[in-house]
């Protein structure tokens, strides 16, 4: 698998300044192979408290990133705290936008009100 980062005015430095990232719900199995083990490193997913969420904690464990656990429906609030304090540690953080309920494509008000605050 091949992945592009288009940054032409170099805003992205994960060295300097946490960054958050957004997967659809149907592309989550290529999230871990995205990054560089460095970048996997300081990268936290908010992954659902349900059984399926457990799957992926386990399979982001294997690529080395930690996951808090949450979603809208369920731990909703304790994962955005979490997300960010994850973000105020200069760590990184990945969403799921859609979910698994859907509506698929559709952008929740998550990870804009995350990079607001």
Same mark, same amino acid.
């Given at each position: 698998?091949?992945?592009?980062?288009?940054?032409?005015?170099?805003?992205?430095?994960?060295?300097?300044?946490?960054?958050?990232?957004?997967?659809?719900?149907?592309?989550?199995?290529?999230?871990?192979?995205?990054?560089?083990?460095?970048?996997?490193?300081?990268? /936290?997913?908010?992954? &659902? =408290?349900?059984?399926?969420?457990?799957?992926? %904690? @386990?399979?982001?464990?294997?690529?080395?990133? $930690? *996951? /808090?656990?949450?979603? &809208? =429906?369920?731990?909703?609030?304790?994962?955005? %705290? @979490?997300?960010?304090?994850?973000?105020?540690? $200069? *760590?990184?953080?990945?969403?799921?936008?859609?979910?698994?309920?859907?509506?698929?494509?559709?952008?929740?008000?998550?990870?804009?009100?995350?990079?607001?605050?």
């Amino acid at each position: 698998m091949r992945t592009e980062v288009i940054d032409p005015n170099r805003c992205i430095d994960p060295d300097k300044f946490p960054f958050i990232t957004v997967t659809w719900h149907n592309r989550l199995l290529f999230f871990p192979a995205m990054f560089t083990k460095p970048i996997r490193k300081k990268t /936290v997913a908010m992954v &659902s =408290s349900s059984r399926d969420g457990q799957y992926v %904690t @386990d399979i982001c464990g294997l690529f080395g990133i $930690k *996951c /808090v656990r949450g979603s &809208s =429906s369920k731990k909703g609030f304790a994962a955005f %705290t @979490d997300a960010l304090e994850v973000l105020n540690e $200069k *760590c990184n953080v990945s969403i799921t936008p859609d979910g698994p309920r859907g509506p698929r494509y559709k952008m929740s008000k998550g990870p804009i009100a995350l990079a607001s605050m």
